[in-house]
């Protein structure tokens, strides 16, 4: 089970920190990562953790980081320098069997999703 926080609403240019708690599986044995869907739009990967480090889409490089705590099985989305095209939902994600070429039909796992609002 992926339970995401830290959503919310921020003008252009804050922060806000997503949080991803993981129950079950621990984040030592999948890939993990966030995809978010605006309205109208496909899901789409943002960033994810795989064999060879934190990958990104173009778009968040630079302004977002992932990491996680594989003690406490917390994922996090630091994001920073928001815009309002990064307006979306956020899902957690778990089980990427193609790494960071995982379409969204493909993941395993989805939490329930966080929105994140950023007004111009």
């Known amino acids: 089970q992926l339970v995401e926080s830290g959503g919310g609403s921020v003008q252009a240019g804050g922060s806000l920190r997503l949080s991803c708690t993981s129950s079950?599986?621990?984040?030592?044995?999948?890939?993990m990562g966030w995809f978010r869907q605006s309205p109208g739009k496909e899901r789409e990967r943002v960033a994810a953790i795989v064999s060879d480090g934190a990958k990104y889409i173009d778009s968040v490089k630079g302004r977002f980081t992932i990491s996680q705590d594989n003690v406490k099985n917390i994922l996090y989305l630091q994001m920073n320098s928001l815009k309002p095209e990064d307006t979306a939902t956020y899902y957690c994600?778990?089980?990427?069997?193609?790494?960071?070429?995982?379409?969204?039909?493909?993941?395993?796992?989805w939490g329930q999703g966080t929105q994140v609002t950023v007004s111009s």
């Open positions: 994600v778990a089980d990427l069997p193609m790494g960071w070429n995982t379409p969204a039909g493909g993941v395993g796992y």
């Open positions: 079950g599986k621990s984040n030592y044995d999948v890939y």
